[in-house]
């Protein structure tokens, strides 16, 4: 009788009704004559014709399984026979809308709260389109598709109005994570799904065309070691010219020493946006590397050679393992080098007060902080990574002045043999 508690299970799973005690169903014979006699006296008094469809009635079928057993129904022999529970498939696809509705309400409800000048404004219309493109299928195998979902329309709502934005800084101000819009996460996607269904972005052709059509731009000054006022000896170059100094340059660079009368201070940072803030920002000059991620030996050595030239080098990072790392490799190959606002208090103040994916502290590989104890201590008590994006006011302050604000500011170069 396998064939008839098959076809009973699988009507009870279109249906929703674990029980299938009531109603009625067609059923298909089969073809064996002992598979048909089985059923002689439960669905007909005598043997059905082979292949042919037939109505029942699952009121009479109860009855007649109730002779049995009174509990008994064609649903619970169904499932006994087949060894799982009926009808999971539309109750899963019940709740599954459940959840689609629920998402799809507070997607309006933040699409209504976006300001009138949001350049990607989500209208109910693009809720389709995100289905067809499969974004709904991603958004809903999110361990938080609500917070995803939020994410989402906070970075919508930062998006430049006019002008242009740097990807990581968007992603650290809309999330605490300036990683969060990189290629193929799950924020990113959405993002751009949300753009590409009001017709704003076309996620078909590249990513960085699609994030250049939103006004933002994907680190469009990394590679090498990433250089605004400072070059080597003999390079003429335009005020705040940014260049790329190769490895190739970099390994036999010669440096002028500082000028009399001026700040020798060279900043050394980590990440490119502060290199992109600072020239949209800071008017005037400014001496600052970027060293675009962990340094090279090439690179340590020009940084020796740059401090030995004469010139002060303030170096700083993110506040992560990598980071720390960074800033006790310049220390070592510059051990007069200051870290420049990477202290216990200077972590705390970068720590975004609401993140949407907090990441965790590598403490194994966290190190120590020499040039600050109290920092790696705080970092182990939080355990939480901080960016350079937290600090971007104070450090263009300091990059306006030419000195580091937790340093003496006048002492300027005096060249050998000159009277101070």
């Not at 042919?52 to 619970?76: E, F, K």
């Not at 335009?238 to 260049?243: F, K, V």
């Not at 002060?312 to 720390?324: E, M, Q």
Request: glycine fraction near 6%; hydrophobic fraction near 45%.
């Amino acid at each position: 009788m396998r064939w008839l508690w098959d076809q009973v299970a699988q009507r009870a799973d279109q249906r929703g009704d674990a029980v299938m005690d009531s109603g009625a169903m067609t059923i298909t014979t089969p073809h064996s004559p002992a598979q048909r006699a089985a059923v002689i006296g439960l669905l007909a008094a005598r043997a059905l014709p082979p292949g042919v469809t037939r109505r029942i009635d699952l009121n009479q079928l109860t009855q007649a399984l109730s002779r049995r057993d009174p509990d008994l129904t064609p649903g619970t022999i169904a499932a006994h026979a087949l060894g799982r529970p009926l009808a999971t498939r539309a109750a899963d696809k019940a709740r599954q809308t459940a959840r689609l509705t629920t998402l799809q309400h507070l997607r309006s409800r933040l699409a209504h709260a976006l300001p009138a000048t949001a350049p990607v404004r989500p209208n109910d219309a693009g809720w389709d389109s995100l289905r067809r493109r499969g974004t709904l299928a991603r958004l809903q195998q999110h361990p938080d598709p609500h917070h995803l979902l939020r994410a989402c329309f906070t970075v919508l709502h930062h998006l430049p109005a006019a002008g242009r934005a740097d990807r990581r800084r968007l992603a650290h101000t809309a999330t605490g994570n300036p990683h969060a819009l990189d290629a193929g996460t799950d924020l990113a996607c959405l993002v751009l799904a949300e753009a590409a269904a009001g017709g704003r972005a076309d996620t078909a052709g590249a990513a960085r065309e699609a994030w250049d059509r939103l006004g933002v731009d994907l680190d469009t000054l990394i590679g090498g070691l990433l250089a605004l006022g400072v070059h080597p000896a003999g390079w003429h170059l335009p005020a705040n010219q940014p260049i790329v100094l190769t490895p190739h340059v970099l390994r036999d660079a010669q440096w002028p020493a500082p000028r009399q009368h001026e700040h020798p201070w060279v900043f050394l940072t980590e990440n490119p946006a502060v290199a992109a803030a600072a020239l949209e920002e800071v008017e005037g000059p400014v001496r600052l590397l970027c060293t675009v991620g962990t340094p090279s030996r090439t690179e340590l050595h020009a940084l020796a050679r740059l401090a030995a030239a004469g010139w002060r080098i303030a170096v700083r990072a993110d506040f992560d393992a990598a980071g720390l790392a960074l800033v006790r490799a310049v220390r070592d190959a510059v051990p007069e080098a200051e870290a420049w606002r990477m202290t216990a208090d200077d972590y705390t103040a970068s720590l975004h007060p609401s993140p949407f994916e907090p990441g965790a502290l590598d403490f194994d590989r966290l190190g120590d902080t020499p040039w600050d104890a109290p920092l790696a201590a705080a970092m182990r008590a939080c355990g939480r990574p901080a960016y350079e994006e937290g600090l971007i006011d104070h450090l263009l302050t300091d990059l306006r002045q030419g000195y580091p604000s937790a340093s003496a500011p006048a002492r300027t170069h005096t060249p050998a043999g000159a009277r101070p």
